[in-house]
């Protein structure tokens, strides 16, 4: 396959969001820099790999200015450069990635590892990003305040930066945003926003944790954005993935982990999943099939979970998990415009998870994990469904975020609806609390059988009625 036959069926997808207007975005130039001090910290190289891994998703031209350093990162060998130049050209074998220890010439924009860099106040294409522990930061023109405390080995803050930092530079090179200076600052603990981090809430993050038995239904765009985010923890598991997909050209542009070679073999995606942790304290388990298909040949009674991570939306998902009586499940999709969101599931104490997508299964409608809705054709056809190469990411992040949470004595911490917009800069999170709605499937389940199911459950503690 030639690089332009390539490159359209990668970015069939993403083009249908940009249309005619904006479809150079992909030969852009990008340029990252990171300084010495930041490029041997923990949060200094996952801001950089996480940059770098999205960058390569849509950007056919990247240079990378950063000294190499050891890897402080988990389950990783070689050094920092070495990763990098490897995962880029994995992912995009077409693109060009430089490494180089001045940028010449002129990048279209100048995306900067860490708020301090003083290029970035004399550049109108410069963008900084930051992040430690729970918080993540970015913005145009040196930031303020005061730098961050790093090496907390907490992955959440740092990476929720660099996909702040690339939709900004998305946005630019599609003609979204204009230069703008300006600083935001969020924490992933809480979701509180604010322009000086020294406001936020940055908790405690448990760098070793027993996840439990977790199944993983759904292993496209958000699901294997997940597994990678995982294996740069050192948490442990055993985790089941669970999906009937082979790869295609198309999830390329909005998994952190798939590559080239996955789609021309047309690997199947939890497969994939199962041998990226295989190398870590996790212990993997792939099915490939469907939920249905799983709990049919024996395997939810076999092996009940503690936890149940949904990114899967088709062949009944969500029926037939919420049919078996869950345990804690959460959920995360994307939306039509640009949007993330999350939801939790607490048996008997939160809505379930059909309550959250009835609605979408009454009225056939599907949301597609990584894909947002555009137009629809005048002429009757099929909806037309697009994907950006930052929002799956985003969202596998806040899934990471709520399960690092459950470590915490204040679980739950925040609302059990999340939801973020990537369409602007300016944005902030919504958040809701959904008690019980008792949908058609959960309105009629036993509470004496819940809790006979679950009782055996890692997290069986947070069911039932909220304190008072």
Known sequence: ??????????????????????????????????????????EGQIMTLLSVNILSRWCNQVYLNCPDAPLLLPNRSASLNDL???????????????????VKGTPDYHLFIGGQNKQVDHLNNGIWIDGSGWLAGFGSGRSSVSELTYNKHNPIGPAFAACLGVAEVFRRAIGEAQPDRFSSWYSLFDFEHSEDHSTLSDASYPDTFDLGRVYEVGCGAIGSSFAYLLSL?????????????????????????????????????????????????????????????????????????????CFANDRNVWSTIQANYPPLTFHATTTKSWGINFGRHIPEREWCIMCRFHKEVEHTYVPVCGQVEVPKPKTP?????????????????????????????????NENFIEYSFKRHRGFFLSTNNGPKRCYVCKDQSQAIYEMISSSSKYNYLMGSPPA
């Open 1 to 42: 396959m030639n690089k332009s036959d390539w490159l359209t069926r990668r970015d069939d997808r993403t083009l249908k969001i940009v249309g005619p207007q904006g479809s150079g975005y992909q030969d852009c130039s990008v340029a990252v820099t990171v300084g010495p001090e930041l490029a041997a910290t923990y």
């Open 84 to 102: 990098l130049e490897d995962l880029y050209r994995q992912a995009n074998p077409f693109g060009n990635f430089t490494v180089t220890a001045e």
């Open 233 to 309: 923890t050192n948490w442990r598991s055993t985790i089941h993935f669970i999906d009937f997909d082979p790869v295609d050209y198309p999830n390329l542009s909005s998994s952190l982990l798939f590559t080239a070679q996955h789609a021309e073999q047309q690997t199947n995606k939890a497969q994939i999943c199962q041998e990226l942790l295989a190398t870590t304290a996790h212990i993997p388990h792939a099915f490939d099939g469907d939920y249905s298909q799983f709990v049919e040949q024996g395997q939810l009674t076999k092996y009940p979970p503690d936890l149940i991570v």
């Open 381 to 413: 056809a099929q909806e037309t469904l697009a994907i950006l190469p930052f929002l799956s990411p985003a969202s596998a992040i806040i899934v990471l975020a709520e399960l690092a949470k459950l470590d915490s004595a204040s679980y739950p911490v």
